[in-house]
């Protein structure tokens, strides 16, 4: 072997999600490296999607002149405190070419001079103390935290019997000239899929696409990845006697006779009938997974999700391997098929989340958030500017949350931005009891709306009835610890623009509310109520306060700390008396006005 080479941090892939993670260590002046295979950043791109078409959007007239609103329409760019480094100085497209990408993703590594070692094939990861990775030339690079953005580089086989047979998605042919008059099989009914059968409508005498569950359409789940209208063109020619179809069915083999394909299905919807299909081509189109063959025994990250994700907690780290995180299409794990989490314009702001998480982890960096005063006024005041505003809680919709936390006086107000709503949960952010979120979601039933396009809407004055806004809309959560007390939504909006009275009055009340509510009935904070029960003194509890301000513990995880009361007895007292108490206030406020 030859030297080593000692780090912080060691990112494995520079993809956007690598470029994204560099260049936060960057501008934080952490000493990191970048390993990448390829001679560029973003080589994946010059092969991946086949036809070289993104369906990530690249909306660059908005009407708008903020940059961080544009954001919304903009899922390409990478994060950055430059103007000139934004997707829209690199193609006008509403759907840009993939080399459009990779030419924007080379020049943003050179613009902030991004530390990057090209050429480097990763063939083993270790750890003792510290990881270890050791490249194709031997050398050994070691690290204290080691940041996967490989993304997924394995391709999912399902167990099918002579699943073998099949062309893979990767490497089958693209030219329409191949398949002329031709019988086509594929099997997977996501992007890829259909993506492959638009291209080879021209040509093929018929083609079915095939997977034992049905469609999930985009514009319905408003899950981005789920099939998208830019290439479901090929549902017209199912569904206008075509020759074409779409089988909701299960593949059970597939065997060679002669130079066809005997496919035998088994259908989802016809009450168990079988059938043998004969077909020219079948093509495999089921997606990729993670590829962990690169880990060490020793350091092998729990896998999850049919083996396709590592296992990851609510800070992207690995379940079971201290010190090893994950960024990109990876974090989808957290989210998987819910939110945005498996495309640029989700894990962008994961990774400023996880950059932040780690600062305040390894380099005693608080996360940022600002002051507010704790008042109705002062509080509406920003949140109505953050949901008129912000990218990051538009695009990862109830994943991300901005949180208030209030301090246990309830005369200060610590207000972060972009946090995950799981990291929150967790208890990693709350310092004190009280708290509020706010997300951007649509409505908590969305799945099970049958007609998207034929919703019956709240009129846009009724403000009471908003929590039945179907659309796009704040909402603000009031949590003690982590028991929901109360919630407010702010109603939807055809421009996504809270401004009116409709919006701000409603939400000025419920911050009046739940605030005057505490003063009025004089709510008291833990330690008063561990005191009434006697479980703690007066001096035993003035020591842990004053404890308290030196540390981010929370102030019952504290005393029990201390050994004056337990754990149990606390959660105990917490959960039937203090939480009781503060849902039935709220409720009788909410109640009364």
């Given at each position: ?7 912080d ?32 950043p ?70 902030f ?49 002579g ?87 299960s ?7 002669n ?19 004969i ?29 396709r ?79 008129n ?14 949180t ?33 979120t ?41 949590y ?33 509310t ?15 109520y ?40 606390i ?23």
């Amino acid at each position: 072997m030859s030297k080593i080479t000692e780090f912080d941090y060691l990112i494995i892939g520079a993809g956007p999600a690598g470029l994204q993670m560099g260049y936060y260590l960057e501008k934080a002046n952490r000493n990191y490296l970048i390993l990448e295979a390829g001679e560029t950043p973003g080589t994946s791109f010059n092969k991946f999607p086949r036809h070289g078409k993104l369906i990530s959007i690249n909306k660059v007239y908005t009407g708008y002149d903020d940059r961080e609103i544009n954001l919304r329409w903009d899922w390409n760019s990478l994060l950055s405190d430059s103007e000139e480094m934004l997707f829209k100085h690199y193609s006008k497209r509403y759907f840009p070419d993939a080399k459009d990408l990779v030419r924007y993703l080379c020049d943003f590594a050179t613009h902030f001079n991004l530390k990057i070692k090209y050429g480097v094939r990763v063939v083993k990861i270790a750890k003792d103390n510290k990881f270890m990775v050791i490249d194709n030339n031997g050398h050994v690079y070691c690290c204290q935290r080691l940041i996967i953005a490989t993304g997924f580089s394995k391709p999912y086989i399902p167990s099918i019997p002579g699943i073998e047979l099949a062309e893979n998605y990767t490497d089958a042919s693209i030219n329409p000239e191949d398949f002329i008059n031709q019988k086509v099989l594929i099997i997977g009914k996501g992007n890829s899929g259909f993506e492959t059968a638009d291209n080879l409508v021209d040509t093929t005498a018929l083609i079915h696409i095939a997977s034992p569950n049905p469609i999930s359409m985009a514009w319905k789940t408003k899950y981005v990845g789920h099939l998208r209208a830019v290439n479901n063109n090929f549902l017209d020619t199912y569904q206008l006697k075509s020759q074409n179809a779409v089988l909701d069915a299960s593949i059970n083999t597939i065997k060679r006779q002669n130079d066809k394909f005997v496919v035998s299905v088994t259908y989802t919807h016809a009450n168990g009938e079988r059938e043998d299909l004969i077909y020219d081509r079948v093509i495999l189109c089921s997606g990729f997974r993670f590829d962990d063959s690169l880990f060490d025994s020793a350091c092998k990250p729990d896998l999850t999700i049919n083996d396709r994700f590592p296992a990851q907690t609510s800070e992207w780290e690995s379940t079971n391997v201290k010190d090893l995180y994950f960024a990109g299409v990876l974090m989808h794990q957290r989210d998987y098929k819910k939110k945005q989490s498996g495309f640029i314009h989700g894990f962008r702001y994961n990774i400023r989340a996880l950059h932040h998480i780690l600062e305040r982890k390894y380099h005693d960096r608080e996360l940022p958030n600002q002051l507010v005063e704790p008042t109705p006024e002062s509080l509406t005041k920003a949140i109505i500017k953050r949901v008129n505003q912000s990218s990051a809680l538009w695009q990862q919709t109830g994943f991300l949350c901005d949180t208030i936390v209030l301090s246990s006086d309830g005369k200060a107000a610590e207000y972060y931005e972009d946090v995950p709503v799981d990291y929150v949960r967790d208890g990693k952010l709350a310092q004190h009891d009280r708290y509020y979120t706010l997300t951007l979601e649509f409505s908590q039933e969305i799945d099970k709306i049958q007609e998207p396009f034929a919703i019956d809407r709240v009129h846009k004055d009724d403000a009471k009835n908003a929590p039945q806004s179907a659309f796009i809309h704040p909402i603000v959560r009031y949590y003690f610890r982590n028991t929901l007390i109360s919630e407010h939504h702010v109603i939807e909006d055809l421009a996504s623009e809270w401004l009116e009275d409709v919006h701000v009055e409603p939400l000025i009340e419920f911050f009046a509310t739940q605030l005057s509510t505490e003063s009025k009935f004089n709510i008291k904070p833990l330690g008063a109520y561990l005191v009434e029960a006697g479980l703690l003194n007066r001096d035993q509890l003035k020591v842990a306060l004053d404890k308290q301000k030196e540390t981010p513990i929370r102030l019952g995880e504290l005393i029990s700390s201390m050994g004056w009361v337990s754990q149990e007895k606390i959660e105990y007292v917490i959960d039937k008396v203090v939480v009781p108490q503060r849902k039935a206030l709220a409720s009788s406020s909410f109640t009364s006005n």
